[in-house]
């Protein structure tokens, strides 16, 4: 499984951004995608996940500010980014998952938010 995310750079506080992250490889059995991040000297924590049937998890610091969706038919996840802060700073990582497998990691997109 390859993922290729896209979509980071800056954003202003208050403002939005949209990750895009393609799958491609052996997704058929893949069970779990979504994103996570790491700030400066910090470590990787989830942002937030989506299963095949659509159920969504988040962290408590983005919760009603993210969301995140996925398209089947086209392999792709995109996590939706409102209400940036500053600190949403990070590097964002796309992620998946399916049994038996060690999990999946895309290249990371930085992410930057001004005050």
């Known amino acids: 499984v390859q993922l290729q995310a896209s979509g980071g750079g800056l954003a202003q506080a208050g403002g939005s951004l949209r990750l895009s992250c393609a799958a491609s490889?052996?997704?058929?059995?893949?069970?779990?995608m979504g994103w996570y991040r790491q700030a400066p000297g910090k470590q990787r924590d989830v942002v937030g996940t989506?299963?095949?049937?659509?159920?969504?998890n988040f962290a408590d610091s983005v919760k009603g500010r993210f969301t995140i969706s996925r398209d089947s038919a086209k392999n792709m996840v995109y996590l939706q980014m409102n209400s940036l802060k500053p600190e949403d700073t990070a590097v964002y990582y796309c992620?998946?998952?399916?049994?038996?497998?060690?999990?999946?990691w895309g290249q990371g997109t930085q992410v930057t938010v001004s005050s």
């Open positions: 992620y998946a998952w399916r049994a038996g497998y060690n999990p999946y």
């Open positions: 490889g052996s997704i058929s059995s893949i069970a779990v």
């Open positions: 989506i299963t095949g049937n659509g159920i969504t």
